[in-house]
């Protein structure tokens, strides 16, 4: 398969687009099950990062569409070439593109406020910004009804877990560690369930795309999925070694703890970008045999 320069940039802009909409998304849901343990000034802290996370996401979904338009023509005027830009649109990505911005601006309220005001809101906004992933690219053409509904669920998951790091990292410089121990543990006993979810969801999401277990060693496919999996089960060690080792240290008001969280937390950032790089690279490049 040979590539281009407008298959990089589709790539890169859509690796940044799940980044920015998934933190955006889940740390919103951080907010609403975290609130009872936050102070104000914390509240402030990660809502100036969820602000700059859904300007970013707004944006680049602009250039989603921008560079699909692009490639289409395989030239930079096709960017601006308006029967393009409308075919783009209305084959389902403008659609998407506007489900995630309207969630994410309808989260603004609640993150403005501080407090409880708009709360419900703003998780129903980040969910729908979550999940229009959901309502494009393969799963959507996939000829299972289910497969939209399980890819939501996945998508879910996904946003809690990641959308989680950014606060806790803000969190390690903020607060003391046994402030910081009941945080984290909160969120370490809701994640048991979520993982679980994301698992579930994702294995069978790829049985439907793969449509034989056969095609992760014979497609281009499956390998970039084996890949991924291998890479996922790295970050669940990550995840595991802080949940079982550092937060009860942690818990009990150990500092260099919280020293060592804090690299773990950077040590997932990297790996998970890793994981929506080759996630961009599977949903952009390849096409799935069950649909081939």
């Known amino acids: 398969m040979d590539l281009g320069i407008w298959d990089g940039a589709a790539v890169l802009v859509k690796a940044g687009l799940y980044a920015a909409t998934l933190g955006a998304a889940g740390g919103i849901f951080f907010l609403a099950y975290s609130r009872s343990l936050l102070e104000r000034g914390d509240h402030l802290a990660i809502a100036r990062t969820l602000r700059i996370l859904v300007a970013v996401a707004i944006a680049a979904s602009a250039a989603r569409v921008l560079i699909t338009a692009g490639s289409m023509s395989e030239d930079a005027a096709g960017m601006l070439d308006a029967r393009l830009l409308a075919m783009v649109w209305h084959g389902g990505e403008g659609r998407a593109a506007a489900l995630r911005a309207g969630g994410l601006l309808l989260a603004i309220p609640a993150l403005a406020h501080g407090g409880g005001r708009g709360r419900g809101l ?154 929506l790089l080759i996630t961009a690279a599977l949903t952009t490049l390849t096409g799935p045999p069950s649909m081939s």
């Open 122 to 275: 703003a998780i129903v906004g980040a969910a729908l910004a979550a999940t229009s992933f959901a309502w494009v690219g393969h799963v959507h053409a996939a000829a299972r009804t289910a497969a939209p509904l399980l890819l939501g669920i996945h998508i879910l998951a996904v946003a809690f877990w990641l959308g989680a790091l950014a606060p806790l990292l803000i969190l390690t410089r903020r607060r003391e560690p046994r402030a910081l121990g009941a945080v984290a543990a909160r969120f370490g006993r809701i994640a048991v369930a979520v993982v679980a979810a994301l698992l579930a969801a994702g294995a069978a999401v790829l049985w439907i795309l793969l449509g034989s277990f056969s095609e992760l060693w014979s497609s281009g496919y499956g390998c970039l999925a084996c890949v991924k999996i291998v890479i996922v089960a790295c970050l669940l060690t990550l995840a595991a070694w802080n949940k079982l080792r550092l937060v009860p240290r942690i818990v009990a008001g150990d500092p260099v703890a919280v020293r060592s969280l804090r690299r773990s937390i950077r040590a997932e950032m990297l790996v998970a970008a890793l994981i």
